[in-house]
Each structure stands twice: as C-alpha cells, then as structure tokens.
C-alpha cells in the first residue's frame, strides 16, 4: 500500500528517494541537546551523518558548541557556511592537508585529533602557516581498536611533544568507548590525566562519542563534551542499540516495488547505490515500515531483492514503501539531496553539502 506522501514524492520526485521528517530532526536535536545538559557536558555533533550546514546550525541554535567532522573537506564547507568552532576527529596528514587546514585556521577556531608521532610532526606546519595556535587533542582508544593510542603512556607522550611543538596547543583527550567499555575508559583516562599534570598540562577537553553511546552520556567522570551524529536521523542500528525508537528515525528511502515475479520475492528499486551493503551486524538491509517482516535480502548495484517468505502482507508492483535503513550515514552520503516534509507537506529538498568529502 502506497501512502498519499509516498504517491505525491514518487510523482514529484521519482524514486529511490531520501526524505526527512523534520518535525522529526528537530525534536531529535532537541531531545538530545537536552540529555546532553542534564548530563553536564556539552554536545558537539558529528555532522557526517547529514553533511548539511543548514542542520548543522540548527544543532548550534539548539545549544550546540560547535560541530565534529572527519575529513577536512566536511570541515571545509561547514566553515564556509560561517561555523566557528569545528573539531576534526582524524588523523591529518600531508602537506596538502596542512596548507587546507592552514586556510580553514582563518575561517574557524579549529581542534585536531593525533594519535601518533608523525602526525603531530607535521601540524606546526598548519600552525605557522596560518600563524594561529592550533589546538591538538591526543585520540585514546578505549577498546574499538580503530585509532587511537592504546596506553595512558602513549597519551602522556603525545601530549608531551604536542606542547613542546611551536604553534601547538594539547587541548585534551579524544576517545571512543564501547558500550560496556566506560569503566576502563575511566582508567585509561584518569592515569592520562594524573601523567600530563604531572608535566603541568591540563586537558580543557575531554571528548567522548558517539550515538550509541548516548545511553552512557556523562559517565566519564571528566568528561566535557560528547559527540553524538546519528542521532539527528537515527536507523536501525540505534534503535537496535537501545538509544531511539521507530518514531525516532527521522530519514526513509522512498523506494518502489518494480518486480514481483514469485509470490515470496519480489525487487525494490533501492539496490547497493542507495541503501549500501553495510548491514551494521544486523539481519537484512533495511525495516520496510509497510511491510516490517519482508526482509531486504541482498543486493544487485540498482535491484533490491525481496524475501517475502516471513511477510503477512506482499507489495504490489508499483506499491512505493518507505525503508528505515541499518546505517543511515553511509546511505546519507549516496544522495545529492534529501526531501524534507513536515507532516504530509513538502517543503522542498535540502544539499548533501558535504557529499562525497572523503579528503
């Protein structure tokens, strides 16, 4: 069954199709503005969920102190866009990186993640050319093994030559835990500290993250700010995580039913170039709401392929349904665009500004 918002998107837009609900972000803006006073820390969302300086503003509006990108090139439009106060949670390396960072210096006051010698080698070049101080954070990992430094002593070190560098600043730590992992974040972190104040340095920022860790908000004793992005739209993953509901997630892909050539399966026309083939560990590609017990099998580049078997109720070709995807990021940064509605209104579409910023 096709819905009068889902009929009126497929006719003005086509599908597949991203659209908002944006009574839907505001509320999950505020929402988590608000857990993240209660909790006494301050919000810095990572925009590289939505990748739009228009909702990155109206998170700032919301209370937010400033924005987290991971690429320079997000850090760059959302500075040109007139944001002030951008922390950049990636390891920056090259001469070419440093000359952007460099110009974005005198755009915005900018903090930079380090979880290694060579990285913090090469930032003085950054700090003179643009001939501001550049705030560096040392990356601790506190149990992902993705990046991050993985002893207080590495920390203590790092934060040692940061101070030492011309034109450095140590702000602080930067860390990722686990879900379950905070306790020993809060080891790692309290030997870390007790190491760079013994060299007579003082984080100013201790920064935890992300959404699924929202449940955990303010937990780290310490801890001055947090860096939820998901939250904006939600999917899956977050609601499997325990941090949002359906009503939560803000984003679907509008996608239509273009084949039914069995009675247990069936093609969407959302494939692996909208929904992408990150599962996030769960059990097929997406929440079909129309039909939430058909399950997104797999995928073919522009075919979704439909396993109906479990489904009390089938599509019809040419039914348009709305999918919650697992991973709403990656499908995020597929889209030039998104809709945005309010109710069963359109209000127009809203650039993927950051789209595609992987430099």
């Not at 560096?136 to 990992?141: A, F, P, S, T, Y």
């Amino acid at each position: 069954m096709t819905t009068p918002l889902a009929a009126k998107i497929a006719r003005e837009y086509g599908t597949p199709c991203a659209v908002i609900d944006m009574d839907r972000v505001e509320r999950n803006i505020a929402r988590i503005q608000a857990q993240c006073e209660a909790a006494g820390v301050a919000n810095r969302p990572h925009i590289k969920t939505h990748k739009s300086p228009v909702l990155a503003k109206l998170q700032i509006e919301a209370g937010a102190q400033g924005i987290t990108c991971q690429k320079i090139g997000e850090a760059e439009i959302m500075a040109d866009a007139g944001i002030a106060d951008i922390l950049i949670s990636y390891n920056l390396i090259g001469e070419e990186k440093m000359a952007r960072l460099a110009a974005l210096q005198a755009k915005a006051g900018m903090t930079v993640a380090a979880d290694n010698a060579t990285v913090i080698a090469g930032l003085p070049q950054a700090a003179k050319q643009s001939g501001r101080t550049l705030s560096v954070v040392v990356e601790c990992d506190t149990g992902r093994k993705r990046a991050g430094v993985e002893t207080p002593t590495e920390a203590i070190q790092l934060a040692r030559q940061i101070a030492a560098s011309d034109g450095l600043r140590f702000a602080g730590f930067m860390m990722y835990p686990t879900e379950t992992g905070w306790d020993d974040a809060q080891r790692f972190y309290d030997e870390a500290l007790a190491g760079v104040r013994a060299e007579g340095l003082d984080p100013t920022i201790v920064s935890t993250g992300g959404s699924p860790n929202l449940k955990n908000l303010g937990k780290l004793k310490g801890a001055t700010e947090h860096r939820p992005g998901t939250y904006i739209y939600n999917d899956r993953m977050q609601v499997a995580a325990g941090v949002a509901s359906w009503d939560d997630c803000a984003l679907n892909i509008y996608s239509t039913v273009v084949s039914r050539a069995a009675p247990e399966r069936g093609i969407l026309d959302a494939g692996s170039k909208t929904l992408t083939t990150d599962t996030g560990g769960l059990d097929g590609h997406g929440l079909i709401l129309e039909h939430p017990e058909a399950k997104i099998a797999r995928f073919a580049e522009e075919h979704g392929f439909l396993d109906l078997s479990r489904s009390n109720t089938r599509p019809n070709v040419g039914d348009v349904v709305r999918i919650v995807p697992n991973h709403v990021c990656v499908v995020v940064n597929m889209m030039d665009e998104v809709v945005m509605v309010r109710g069963e209104e359109i209000l127009g579409t809203l650039p993927v500004a950051a789209r595609g910023k992987l430099r």
